[in-house]
């Protein structure tokens, strides 16, 4: 029998494979961004809500995904598949033996989490500290980055430049001789990079929000 628990699960994993939370997904179909937020899904009196047949569809169009991909989702949501990653501080990120040459995890003092499946073999996942990522990024949530996942304008990635510096971002553009980066935090300034200043570039595929 279809579940409840399982439909939101659905719901989160097609947001994750498209590098969204499920209120950016929301607001890419149309939907009000709050649509999928966990609050709206029981009333007051603890009776669960269901996401409508209309909402489904509409983050079907806006993502290309095929209904039977989303019902794979489902399945897996069912069995409860997850994947475990490893898991360091955005701080730690910076420091070396960490990341191959790729950003590709490696070497020793990762912890481990559970992840979504979507996040792919090579995903790992970083924890937030500090506020400069407000309010996009609280400190204490979780990030999922997958260093093979393409990378597109207006995608959120984090950035390793060769100084050690670790951003999380909004990629604005990139050409052959810049990264152009859009700031989370209105307080904190855009930044453009020179590519031969930048280690790795990132895909943010998911967040714990």
Same mark, same amino acid.
Request: glycine residues 12%; aromatic residues 6%; hydrophobic residues 40%.
């Given at each position: /029998?279809?579940?409840?628990?399982?439909?939101?699960? +659905?719901?989160?994993?097609?947001?994750?494979? #498209?590098? /969204?939370?499920?209120?950016?997904?929301?607001?890419? +179909?149309?939907? @009000?961004?709050?649509? =999928?937020?966990?609050?709206?899904?029981?009333?007051?009196? %603890?009776?669960?809500?269901?996401?409508?047949?209309?909402?489904?569809?509409?983050?079907?169009?806006?993502?290309?995904?095929?209904?039977?991909? =989303?019902? $794979?989702?489902?399945?897996?949501?069912?069995?409860?598949?997850?994947?475990?990653?490893?898991?360091? %501080?955005?701080?730690?990120?910076?420091? $070396?033996?960490?990341? @191959?040459?790729?950003? =590709?995890?490696?070497?020793?003092?990762?912890?481990?989490?559970?992840?979504?499946?979507?996040? $792919?073999?090579?995903?790992?996942?970083?924890?937030?500290?500090?506020?400069? /990522?407000?309010?996009?990024?609280?400190?204490?949530?979780?990030?999922?980055?997958?260093?093979?996942?393409?990378?597109?304008?207006?995608?959120?990635?984090?950035?390793?430049?060769?100084?050690?510096?670790?951003?999380?971002?909004?990629?604005?553009?990139?050409?052959?001789?810049?990264?152009?980066?859009?700031?989370?935090?209105?307080? #904190?300034?855009?930044?453009?990079?020179?590519?031969?200043?930048?280690?790795?570039?990132?895909?943010?595929?998911?967040?714990?929000?």
């Amino acid at each position: /029998m279809l579940t409840h628990s399982q439909i939101w699960g +659905a719901i989160e994993t097609l947001a994750a494979k #498209h590098g /969204m939370s499920p209120s950016a997904l929301a607001k890419r +179909a149309g939907l @009000d961004p709050t649509t =999928f937020n966990k609050s709206k899904r029981e009333s007051a009196v %603890g009776r669960l809500r269901w996401p409508s047949t209309e909402s489904i569809s509409k983050i079907l169009d806006a993502t290309g995904a095929p209904l039977e991909e =989303f019902l $794979g989702f489902v399945g897996a949501a069912a069995s409860g598949r997850k994947t475990t990653v490893p898991l360091i %501080g955005l701080a730690q990120a910076g420091k $070396g033996g960490f990341f @191959d040459d790729a950003g =590709f995890p490696v070497g020793g003092g990762w912890d481990e989490i559970d992840a979504p499946e979507a996040g $792919g073999a090579h995903a790992y996942a970083l924890e937030i500290s500090g506020d400069s /990522m407000l309010p996009v990024y609280r400190e204490g949530d979780i990030v999922i980055v997958n260093p093979e996942s393409p990378v597109r304008r207006g995608d959120r990635v984090v950035v390793k430049t060769t100084d050690g510096e670790v951003l999380a971002k909004e990629l604005k553009r990139r050409t052959g001789k810049t990264l152009e980066l859009k700031s989370l935090n209105a307080e #904190h300034e855009d930044r453009v990079l020179p590519m031969e200043n930048v280690d790795w570039l990132a895909r943010i595929l998911w967040t714990s929000q």
